[in-house]
DNA sequence: GGTATTTTAGGATAAATATTCATGATTTTC
DNA sequence: GAAAATCATGAATATTTATCCTAAAATACC
């Protein structure tokens, strides 16, 4: 199977193109792009991305997609922002390949970094920051629970959902 | 039967007060409010209150009024687009893997930087800039159009051969 | 490596919601 | 004031969506 995670981009960029009335149309133009998944997946799917289904003027039924800038996004860094004020500033963890984005208060980024460098993990081959950016070069093959704990060291509470 | 303008009026004021996830619930409440009707009519009077149905951060069904601040995002947009009228000395983009480099005039990266982060797309997990590069790495299976469109409205005339 | 745990998924089905159809109420128009 | 048009509604039902249960695949853990 076509992993899941191209398959909520492409059904990001689905809602985003079209005008869905219920999930059997979405379901199709999945089968168009070459995700042949049942219905549960998708009302699963959709839980997941945060779909909603909202009536638009004429009262027709829409899904879409929610405005990530105000709704989790923000709240939820909002949210990490007042937990986590004495730790090196620290917002967000994320990856890409074999990338780590950490992402912290403005102006905390060199101070966090140099903290992650000092543990000198092995699986961390190199940082960069910004202002508010720290990327993490890590190692081929280098596990990102090894990162993730590396973080939940420094910052006390990280993760703990 | 008490009218329908009233019971609207009440199913709005219990929109306010509670979080329903389904119309049973709802037509309880309703019940205790003095209103004995069916579910049809529930279902009806949701439409066209234009009651959306959302996930909250839990993933738990949420009904909610529209006009609660929550789906306004076009003056946003708006803003947005009269602020930038200059290009932020944005040169090109392009792309190697999950990053992308932008280029920029001289000391312009910076800001045009703090601009693209403004925008918070989901697709960007982060950015770090220098002094005329700056590079973004990319969620994983992001597509580069989106990353075009987000510079394309950013600097105008971007892409528009 | 091998084993445990978690994640992903579909079929069957339950649950939730919308619509159809018929009927009575309300308003409009002459 | 009566006929006509519109609106409001519920019972039955159709449609849509979510969940339960199971299994396979992926991932983490020794």
Redesign the interface.
């Known amino acids: 199977m076509a992993n899941k ?2 398959r909520l ?1 492409v059904l ?2 689905l809602f985003e193109n079209n005008s869905y009335d219920n999930q059997v149309d979405i379901l199709n133009d999945l089968k168009n792009e070459g995700f042949m998944v049942a219905q549960p997946t998708l009302s699963r799917d959709m ?2 991305l ?6 638009n003027k004429d ?1 027709k039924t829409v899904y879409v997609l ?11 860094e909002k949210r990490r922002k007042e937990k986590v004020t004495q730790s090196f500033g620290f917002l967000s963890l ?4 074999n ?1 780590a ?3 912290t208060l403005h102006g905390y980024a060199n101070s966090l970094a140099a903290e992650i460098d000092e543990f000198e993990v092995p699986e961390v081959l190199g940082s ?6 720290i ?1 993490l070069v890590l190692k081929e093959g280098a596990s990102r629970e090894a990162v993730r704990s590396l973080i939940r060291n420094i910052v006390p509470g990280y993760d703990e959902e």
Do not use: C, M, W
């Not at 945060?50 to 009536?55: E, L, W």
């Not at 994320?94 to 390949?97: I, K, L, N, W």
């Open positions: 995670r191209t981009d990001r960029r839980r997941q945060k779909v909603s289904r909202i009536y009262g929610p405005n990530e800038k105000k709704f989790n996004h923000v709240s939820h994320s990856f890409s390949g990338i984005v950490v992402k960069l920051a910004g202002d508010d950016t990327l």
